[in-house]
């Protein structure tokens, strides 16, 4: 199990961003109307999509230019080659793709007319990249300039991604889906990016609700109707470095101990918002990892989201650098 799926090549030189995360394949059926308890219905041809949050990164950011790496497992099956194939069409380099242990995690999704969506995740081979695979890629950690990871992988993992950082290395974390980090991870994010409904349930105010984060006790000054400013206030007293909160066609907030700024995205027509936050957060980190600060990094990820939201699906939907709308002035 554990075979590197490489090339022998050496992984990860002079990576500017490495991808610690999930790889998925997105199993799609449209259907009239999604099934009740104990109810079959029939549905169209099945579409499968290379997915999952840690490949979809990998996609964008190569996409865009950028010497990008992913750690991840697959399993060995049609789904796993799928997903590799996506990965070396984008420019990734996968030599710490690892092969096996467990099948190919999949996305099992019901979508009815109206777009709404039902969907069962197995993860498969994305619960099997243990901690030991992190310590494995040791070196890939240290050539890295960023290190970006997110939550569809065990949180023992992420946690040793966090122990393992070389100094001067950059963690970018997503906690996608969102729940709780334990205090030594948040420490080291550097920013911790995350769209309002993972930003509501960091703040504690549940999974369950609608709209903004709640007035929770953990936002401090927040009345009726705290802003993004009051979530990224919050988010910064659980202690990582830096905040970005994505806000859709609004753009994002990011927010460090000097005080916050808002970026507008540029305006485009938006036809399916699937994988922006992706496309956003892998564009922002490697951005980073370049050099650029945190606002002007945020300023290119926007353009970059926006960018994804103008065409349909997630990987399909990135862009090039070439097919960015200009900045916002
Ligand atoms: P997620 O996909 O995680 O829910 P958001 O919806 O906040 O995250 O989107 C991430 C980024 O994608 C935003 O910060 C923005 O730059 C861009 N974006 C998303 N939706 C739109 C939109 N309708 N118009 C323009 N940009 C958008």
Redesign the pocket.
């Known amino acids: 199990m554990s075979e590197a799926a490489g090339t022998g090549e050496r992984a990860g030189h002079g990576t500017e961003l490495l991808v610690v995360g999930s790889a998925n394949a997105d199993l799609v059926v449209a259907v009239d109307r999604r099934p009740g308890p104990g109810e079959t219905v029939l549905g169209s041809d099945l579409v499968v999509h290379p997915g999952g949050k840690g490949a979809n990164q990998a996609v964008a950011a190569a996409r865009l230019g950028a010497r990008t790496a992913l750690l991840a497992r697959v399993g060995d099956d049609a789904h796993g080659r799928l997903l590799l194939e996506s990965q070396r069409a984008a420019g990734v380099d996968t030599s710490a793709v690892l092969t096996g242990g467990a099948p190919t995690g999949v996305a099992l999704i019901t979508v009815d007319p109206s777009g709404d969506n039902s969907i069962v995740v197995s993860p498969g081979a994305n619960a099997r990249l243990r901690p030991a695979d992190v310590r494995a890629a040791g070196g890939l950690l240290a050539r890295a300039r960023v290190v970006s990871v997110q939550l569809e992988i065990p949180p023992e993992t992420v946690a040793e991604v966090a122990r393992a950082l070389p100094a001067g290395t950059r963690l970018v974390l997503?906690p996608?889906p969102p729940a709780a980090l334990p205090p030594d991870v948040l420490a080291v994010c550097d920013p911790l990016v995350?769209?309002?409904?993972?930003a509501r349930v960091l703040l504690g105010g549940g999974v369950g609700g609608s709209g903004g984060p709640g007035p929770g006790p953990q936002v401090p000054g927040s009345g009726p109707g705290p802003g993004p400013e009051d979530w990224a206030r919050g988010l910064l007293a659980l202690g990582p470095r830096s905040v970005v909160?994505?806000?859709?066609?609004?753009?994002?907030l990011v927010a460090g101990p000097a005080g916050g700024e808002r970026?507008p995205?540029?305006?485009?027509r938006?036809v399916d918002?699937?994988?922006?936050?992706?496309?956003?957060?892998a564009a922002l980190a490697w951005r980073l990892g370049l050099g650029e600060d945190l606002a002007t990094a945020a300023r290119f990820?926007?353009?970059?989201?926006?960018a994804?939201?103008t065409r349909p699906g997630a990987q399909q939907s990135f862009p090039t650098a070439d097919e960015l709308p200009p900045a916002t002035p």
């Not at 995350?194 to 993972?198: F, G, P, Q, R, S």
């Not at 995205?265 to 485009?268: D, F, I, Y």
């Open positions: 997503n996608s995350l769209n309002e409904h993972e909160v994505t806000l859709g066609a609004a753009g994002a970026v995205s540029p305006r485009v938006a918002t699937t994988g922006a936050g992706d496309a956003f957060t990820a926007v353009r970059v989201g926006a994804a939201v």
